[in-house]
């Protein structure tokens, strides 16, 4: 384990479906971001919070809506979703939002949109 | 905007031989530069990662080489293991360290 635990590790919904998907990280760290990972194309950065406050949004669509209650827990609610959002979404952590200190992957979750 | 360009996509080793896989980056105020693995049904692990003042790092069987001039860096794995086989990823720090940019990955299999 990495110390970033993701749940659940795989989920299909329907179009009109509405779920979230949770991120909890017991490193102690204080940044937290969301990563969509679609195969054969680079990790793409969607959301990047840091003490609790989202610091960059990477024009992604309101239909994935993050919350952030805490410096520990990172959600990401899905409504209405389009099958090209089909893809492995990643959680990682950092200690702080500068990226020099490295980032700690949980192990994802496998969505699929049917 | 920024990127990082990763070469080859697919990579074929018999098992001893060494592994070389190339990043060049566009952000010239890019100072941090992590390699990752990614096993099959698990996120991305830091394996090696070098920073801007610094050449060369070498831990084990593996080493990551940097030409800041060129904006390009190299990750070296020696004796390759089957183990080895797996997705590696180089990123480089963007926006003064705000935040990394990901290569497309390259998928590695060491034949034994």
């Known amino acids: 384990e990495t110390g970033v635990t993701q749940t659940p590790r795989h989920l299909v919904m329907g179009m009109t479906n509405k779920k979230s998907l949770k991120c909890e990280q017991h490193?102690?760290?204080?940044?937290m971001y969301w990563y969509k990972q679609s195969a054969k194309k680079p990790l793409e950065l969607m959301f990047v919070?840091?003490?609790?406050?989202?610091?960059e949004n990477n024009s992604v669509p309101s239909r994935f809506s993050p919350e952030c209650p805490n410096s520990s827990h990172l959600f990401l609610h899905l409504h209405t979703l389009q099958p090209e959002d089909s893809a492995l979404y990643l959680c990682?952590?950092?200690?702080?939002?500068?990226?020099?200190?490295?980032?700690?992957f949980g192990s994802g979750t496998r969505l699929t949109v049917v | 905007g920024e990127n990082v360009e990763q070469h080859p996509s697919t990579l074929s080793v018999q098992e001893g031989d060494s592994a070389v896989i190339k990043c060049t980056y566009s952000?010239?105020?890019?100072?941090?530069f992590p390699w990752y693995k990614q096993e099959l049904g698990k996120g991305p692990q830091l394996i090696i990662d070098i920073r801007s003042n610094v050449g060369e790092k070498k831990d084990q069987r593996i080493a990551v080489t940097l030409n800041k001039t060129a904006k390009h860096f190299s990750l070296h794995i020696t004796e390759t293991q089957p183990e080895d086989s797996a997705v590696y990823f180089c990123a480089a720090s963007i926006g003064y360290g705000n935040k990394l940019v990901f290569g497309a990955g390259t998928i590695l299999r060491v034949k034994s």
């Open positions: 952000d010239s105020a890019s100072n941090y």
């Open positions: 919070y840091n003490f609790k406050e989202q610091t």
């Open positions: 990682a952590s950092s200690p702080t939002a500068d990226s020099s200190y490295g980032y700690t």
């Open positions: 490193l102690g760290h204080n940044a």
